[in-house]
Structure formats: C-alpha cells, structure tokens
C-alpha cells in the first residue's frame, strides 16, 4: 500500500521554521549581547599571554552585562589589578564624528560593524551610515584601578611605589634604547576614584586631554568639546606660526611629524631613530582644530550618494598637545630654539604659568615675574556648556599590554571608564597562526596546511592563567 503524501501546511512549515531557525538564533543574539563576547586577538600587543590569531570568550556578566535600550549596565564587578579585560577603545567616538545629537545608532550588525541614522546628512548624503570597524574593541590587562598611583620608569611599571615583577605579563621589553616616550616613562600620578573633582585649570593639556576622555566615556549621549586659543601679548592670535616647533621622534608623534615635513617640505638627510628631536614652522591653528575635532576621520566625510555612508576614524593622541604645550613654554621661558627638547618638557612637566622666575625674583625681590607673552586658554565643554570642572561618576581603570614595548594602551590615551567596561577574557577557545601566509582560504591547495596551523595546546586556555 502506497503512502499518501502529507498535505503541505503552512502552519506546520512556519512552527518547524520557528523551532529549528528563529529561536536558536535569537537566543544566540542574546547570549552574544549579554553573556558571552568572541574576540580575535589582532595584533602582538599581549604577547606571550595572548598570541595573535587567538580566539577567545570574554564573559559580559562578570561586570555587568548591558541594559536593553539604554546606556546603564545590571550590577557586576570591577575589574580588578591582573584582570584581562575586553573594553571599547576610548580613542574612538561612540557615535559617528562624536555628534550623539545627530546620530541614532540603530543595531550592532556583530562583525559587520555599527549602523547609524543621521538626521542631518548633507545634501546628497543618504541618512544610513555604516561604521564598519568600530568603535573597536581592545584588550588588555588592568593594572591599576581607582585609588592607585601608576608610575612608568624604563619600560617598567610601579603601582603604589612599588615595581611589578610578579603581575602576570611583565612584557618582552624588545626596545634597545629608552627614551622619555609614554612608553617608556611616566612620572606618578593617582588613577580618579568615584566622586574626584577634577578642575579644568589645574591640569597640563595631556591631562585635560586625559580628563576630556572620562567626561565622555561616561556621558555618551551629550557632545564633549576641547576649544583651545593662542593669546600673544593678551590679543588672540590662533593663526600664529611657530618658526622653530621641536617635536621628539616617538611613535605617537606621526600625525604632527607628517604636518611638520608637509608644511616645511623637508627632505629627511639622514635616518630618524627614536628619541631624536626635529624642528620647523608649525601653526597653532593645525591643534586647535584637531583638538576640537577629538577624532580624526579617514574616509571623507562630505562623501554623497549611495545607500549608506562609510565612516571610520582614528584617535588624536594627546602627546601633541604636550608637545604643543611644551613649545610655549620655550617661548616664554626665552630659551634658544636651537637644541632639543628640554627633558621636563617631553615629561609634560610644564609650569602651568610657563614662565620661570629670575635669580632677584627667586630671592625675594619685589620686581613680580612679567605675564607670559604667549598662553594658551581652553574651554571645555560638556553638552554644549562650559565647565570648570568635572566630578568623576564612575570607577576608572588603566590598562596596559603584556608585550609593553609594542603596546597602545593607557600610557597614551589614558584610562578607562567602568562603561566601557565589556567583558573578562575567559577561555581561548581556537587558535590560528599564520603568519607567513601559507595557508588561503580561497585557495584549496593550500588547505591540507589547516592542522599544522592550529595551535593545538592553547585550545582550552584560561584566561585568568595564562
């Protein structure tokens, strides 16, 4: 006796459909939104405790996974000092060119990046914008949380007075030659704790700029803006041109090195190592803007046409604006400009009044010390209106790479608030090397090469041990 066939039923298909394909998915959506994080370690900056081409699991609850439709998080822990820690870059806006006024985001597309509505696109422009590489994502390991004092000498770090050779990670220290980079050295200063007052005035610009990122990191929905102007002789001159700008060769330094060789149009005679200094015509009105702008775009961003538009930025480092800082301080202080860059300059070690008293007025004399010809004034604003100061709301945490002589981290852009916070590297649950390119995935005939590639004893790793 013949079967009959079953009758198609659309009911039946779409129950099948719902069980076998709709939940599944949705439950992995929300596992990957609010328990688990899948990373890929990209570079060398945590080796040899994470390798690059490590994938690992990062556990969301461990800190507090995110609130549905808001910017809150439910209760977790804070990371504490050995933690490996998974967090938003705070070098990188939240919302496209740091406007969340102008900018709804819409979904988190995973590895596809982040979409926006613009409400106000240019004439041409379509509203969907497409922030397809980030905000990134970073790893790192905490090494100093709110209350601690963090100091840097020689590539190696001191936490509360005291060296770290025993916290995990203690880096390869690969450089043959120390220099005064954040890299290698940073004088003592105290990571904020929950309800610090911190005064705009009382901090040298690498600070402030420091200070510009806690502001918002923990106010993501408002505009945070640093405005700075030149005053000579007490009239503002923002088009004033420096004649002999020093700027120190370090890997921080590229953006402000390549304006110096552009605007100059210099030809390098011999080779720069780092450490050396260089000089040439820079104008102030090159960091003001970018000061303002916090974020400088790579792709153009009055681009038109087509169904979305492509966004992507890189950070401005706040070592420019020490720089910046240091080169007034030269003027006022009437040093030769031939020379190099004094070391308490390339310290960030600069008198707030940047002037520095003769011997008489050292011993008393009644002659005052002149007004610096040249200052430099901010303005900070947050939401539109300017502050004087900034009371810290969230716990803050300063990160550092294992593999610290390769590493950007807190020692440049400063620390990370309990926000950006996302997960705690767990588990490495797959590991790929692959560096010489010998394997291709559009290539079968180098597929054979796949278990050779996999790093067979790294596959279950704990995090916390490694």
């Known amino acids: 006796m013949d079967s009959e066939k079953k009758k198609f039923s659309a009911k039946s298909f779409l129950r099948g459909l719902l069980r076998e ?12 939104q609010y328990v688990v994080q899948a990373f890929q370690i990209p570079s060398g900056s945590m080796e040899d405790s994470l390798k690059t081409g490590d994938f690992l699991l990062g556990l969301k609850v461990t800190y507090g996974s995110p609130i549905p439709f ?3 998080k439910f209760p977790g822990l804070d990371p504490k000092a050995g933690d490996i820690v998974i967090f938003r870059y705070p070098g990188e806006p939240e919302y496209p060119e740091g406007k969340p006024e102008r900018y709804t985001h819409l979904f988190n597309a995973l590895m596809f990046g982040n979409f926006y509505w613009d409400h106000q696109p240019e004439e041409g422009q379509p509203h969907l914008v497409h922030y397809a590489d980030g905000p990134k994502d970073y790893i790192k390991r ?3 949380v709110s209350g601690d004092t963090i100091a840097v000498h020689q590539g190696r770090l001191y936490v509360n007075g005291v060296r770290q050779d025993t916290l995990p990670g203690q880096g390869k220290w690969t450089a043959t030659a120390r220099t005064l980079s954040p890299r290698d050295e940073r ?6 704790s929950v309800g ?3 005064f705009v005035d009382s901090l040298s610009l690498e600070k402030l700029w420091w200070l510009r990122s806690i502001i918002a990191q923990e106010n993501p929905d408002e505009s945070v803006v640093l405005d700075l102007s030149l005053w000579k002789d007490g009239v503002e001159d923002n088009n004033y041109d420096f004649e002999d700008f020093k700027i120190p060769v ?3 330094r590229g953006l402000s090195l390549n304006e110096m060789f552009r605007r100059n149009r210099q030809v390098l005679q011999h080779r720069l190592l780092q450490g050396d200094t260089v000089s040439g015509t820079m104008s102030f009105a090159f960091f003001k803007e970018y000061a303002r702008m916090a974020y400088l775009p790579l792709l153009d961003p009055h681009a038109k046409g087509g169904l979305t538009r492509q966004v992507s930025y890189v950070s401005f480092e706040a070592s420019l604006l020490q720089d910046l800082e240091g080169n007034v301080a030269l003027l006022n202080r009437g040093l030769e400009t031939s020379g190099e860059l004094p070391a308490e300059i390339a310290k960030g070690d ?5 002037v520095e008293q003769d011997s008489a007025a050292a011993q008393g004399a009644v002659e005052p010390a002149p007004a610096p010809k040249f200052e430099i004034r901010r303005k900070l604003s947050l939401g539109g209106k300017p502050i004087d100061r900034y009371v810290v709301k969230t716990p803050q945490f300063f990160m550092m790479g294992d593999n610290r002589d390769n590493s950007a981290d807190s020692r440049y852009w400063g620390f990370v608030s309990k926000r950006n916070v996302k997960a705690q590297a767990l588990v490495v649950y797959f590991s790929f090397e692959n560096e010489d390119g010998t394997f291709e995935l559009g290539n ?16 279950g790793k704990v995090a916390p041990l490694i």
């Open 250 to 252: 370090e890997n921080d």
């Open 350 to 354: 600069i008198p707030t009044e940047g």
């Open 70 to 72: 808001s910017n809150k």
């Open 187 to 192: 004088e003592t200063f105290v990571v904020p």
């Open 142 to 144: 905490c090494v100093g």
């Open 21 to 32: 394909l709709v939940v599944p998915l949705v439950l992995a959506l929300i596992v990957i």
């Open 196 to 198: 610090d007052t911190i």
């Open 444 to 459: 079968p005939l180098t597929w054979w090469r796949l278990p050779f590639k996999i790093r067979w004893t790294r596959l």
